[in-house]
């Protein structure tokens, strides 16, 4: 049973560049959250997909942005970076309409860097 | 309202002592409260939750202990060993909404062998 996997582990940007992060979510699942972990911090909710929609969405400006796929992985699109942008990046999936929705797996995270 | 409060910031325990994280929340719609462990470079791994029906819940040597009235919750880590070293997270989800995970700021835990 494969878990929440996301690609790539690192990367490394120069500000102003535009990134894209990828996340499958796991076997069976299919609600996508992206959220951001800064240093030393707990993650802060981006936003959520369900059913190739956002549907929810957190206190980050119009530069993040995602999308989900027919097959539930999804993405998530940073424009115009910013050194503050640095940070790890987790994907969580989950099972809408099951009382074991409110269960969120992560992934094991993107690494960015914004020089 | 949609704050976690948790603490310690840090704590260090010898090998076989009860490391207990706190956790406190506001938001009376909260219904869902995980924990949730996580290793440098690695993403949370999901440990136990419980959900405000119950005031404990027990797997393995995790436990939390739950007091609705009083709006915390806390984790307690039974006979700790060095491998349980790692940062500590506690969540809170209104699960009548979209499941938003709202985090505490973590817990870094050492158990000293």
């Known amino acids: 049973d494969a878990g929440v996997t996301q690609s790539p582990t690192h990367l490394i940007k120069t500000r102003g560049q535009q990134v894209t992060l990828r996340c499958s979510p796991k076997?069976?699942?299919?609600?996508v959250s992206w959220y951001q972990q800064a240093l030393g911090q707990g993650p802060q909710f981006i936003f959520q997909?369900?059913?190739?929609?956002?549907?929810q969405r957190g206190n980050f400006p119009d530069r993040f942005s995602g999308h989900q796929f027919p097959n539930y992985s999804s993405e998530l699109n940073v424009n115009a970076l910013l050194l503050g942008d640095s940070a790890l990046y987790l994907c969580?999936?989950?099972?809408?309409?099951?009382?074991?929705?409110?269960?969120?797996?992560f992934g094991p995270g993107t690494r960015l860097t914004v020089l | 309202q949609q704050q976690v409060k948790q603490s310690p910031q840090s704590l260090i325990v010898q090998k076989g002592g009860i490391p207990i994280i706190n956790c406190a929340y506001e938001?009376?719609?909260?219904?869902?409260f995980p924990w949730y462990q996580q290793f440098p470079g690695k993403g949370p791994a999901l440990l136990i939750a419980?959900?405000?029906?119950?005031s404990e819940k027990k797997e393995g040597r995790f436990t939390i202990s739950f007091n609705k009235s009083a709006k915390q919750f806390s984790l307690h880590i039974m006979d700790s060993q060095p491998g349980d070293s790692a940062t500590y997270f506690c969540?809170?989800?209104?699960?009548?909404?979209?499941?938003?995970?709202?985090f505490g700021t973590g817990t870094r835990l050492k158990v000293l062998a």
């Open positions: 938001n009376t719609a909260f219904d869902y």
């Open positions: 419980i959900r405000p029906d119950v």
């Open positions: 969580a999936s989950s099972l809408e309409g099951q009382r074991c929705a409110d269960t969120q797996y």
């Open positions: 076997s069976g699942h299919d609600t």
């Open positions: 997909y369900y059913e190739e929609e956002e549907r």
């Open positions: 969540a809170a989800v209104s699960t009548s909404g979209t499941y938003k995970y709202i």
